[in-house]
């Protein structure tokens, strides 16, 4: 299936014709913006609501309905926000086929292959007709041969319950000996070990009414003030932690979608952290910082769960001293700039680990 990179914008920006590179990426300022918004939209939300469905229904994560039934809800929305440009025009961002229409039609396709059967396409026609469209292409023509819309759409199957195993007889004692005399091997598998971070037991700063204030309340009026009331500097260390490999960053939508698969491959880790990684900077000139809170004392054991983790630099930081607590502040708040080498540059964009 074909599986849209990251790098694919880098590798249009080398097209030695320049015509042919001007339809990819955009002749002009409001071009290109329409082709990076359209690619954003397809690379985070449509992908993101379509891939949490999939992965219930493969039994890859665990199944909730009230989760599923909003990605659905949120998935029929952004339907209706391309059908609603596709009504009146061929491709979603310029009137010839551009990078957006790559970037969507790879998001879409995933979908179209596997939760969104032919009763949801029907509804579609637009964005359908779009699809095919662009599937045609001579640029994607070949990757895309391999999609096959899906015949039925993927659903959730629970899983079948165990029958209940009749009580077995009483063994004689010629078998009681045949088991006895069984290898070590034999023995039941290991428990699956526990995260080494549970061993710390629990804390007395509450971590999960924490993340509740820190969602429910304003930032920084009435959740920071009550974080560093109750914040337990012997239970939780707080870390700076940096990108760094800032100079290959590109295009911010993208160093954004790097922190957002960096936060979910620590889903093994999230219920002993919380922390905020910011976009700083501009396209072409950004880079990715920011303040995650562990439990413990160590920052090791909560991200090596991640196989990206040393991708990044980790700092520990002291709130006693009030140039690391502003940090924390600025970071988990998002509403001033982040300072680089004394020079003050915008937060354009972040995720939020919790």
């Known amino acids: 299936m074909y599986n849209h990179r990251d790098d694919v914008y880098l590798v249009a920006n080398q097209v030695a014709d320049e015509k042919e590179r001007a339809r990819l990426l955009g002749s002009d300022v409001i071009e290109k913006s329409q082709i990076l918004r359209w690619a954003s939209l397809a690379n985070s939300d449509v992908m993101s609501n379509i891939a949490r469905p999939f992965l219930s229904f493969k039994g890859l994560i665990p199944y909730n309905k009230k989760d599923v039934d909003a990605c659905f809800v949120k998935i029929d929305n952004l339907a209706a926000v391309f059908d609603a440009r596709l009504r009146d025009y061929t491709f979603v961002a310029t009137e010839n086929i551009s990078l957006g229409d790559l970037h969507a039609a790879g998001s879409w396709a995933f979908g179209l292959a596997t939760i969104l059967g032919p009763e949801w396409r029907a509804k579609h026609p637009h964005l359908m007709r779009w699809f095919n469209t662009v599937a045609a292409s001579p640029i994607v023509k070949t990757p895309f041969a391999e999609v096959k819309l899906a015949e039925k759409a993927l659903t959730y199957t629970p899983p079948k319950k165990q029958k209940a195993e009749k009580p077995k007889a009483e063994k004689s004692k010629a078998e009681k000996k045949k088991d006895e005399a ?90 002993y952290m919380f922390g905020c990684l910011v976009v700083y900077g501009e396209n072409n000139n950004n880079g990715i910082v920011g303040a995650v809170m562990v439990r413990g004392q160590d920052f090791a054991p909560a991200f090596d769960v991640a196989p990206d983790w040393e991708s990044y630099e980790y700092t520990k930081l002291d709130p006693t001293k009030e140039e690391d607590k502003e940090f924390v502040n600025n970071m988990w708040a998002w509403d001033k700039p982040v300072v680089v080498n004394g020079e003050d540059k915008e937060i354009v964009d972040g995720k939020v680990l919790k």
């Open 182 to 271: 069984k290898p070590a091997d034999d023995a039941a598998p290991a428990k699956k070990p526990k995260h080494p971070l549970e061993a710390l037991g629990k804390s007395t700063f509450v971590l999960d009414d924490w993340k509740r204030k820190y969602s429910n309340d304003d930032t920084r009026p009435v959740a920071l003030p009550w974080f560093w009331e109750h914040y337990n500097p012997e239970e939780y260390s707080i870390w700076k932690v940096g990108y760094k490999y800032n100079d290959e960053l590109t295009l911010t939508f993208m160093s954004n979608n790097l922190v957002g698969g960096f936060f979910n491959r620590l889903s093994a880790s999230t219920k």
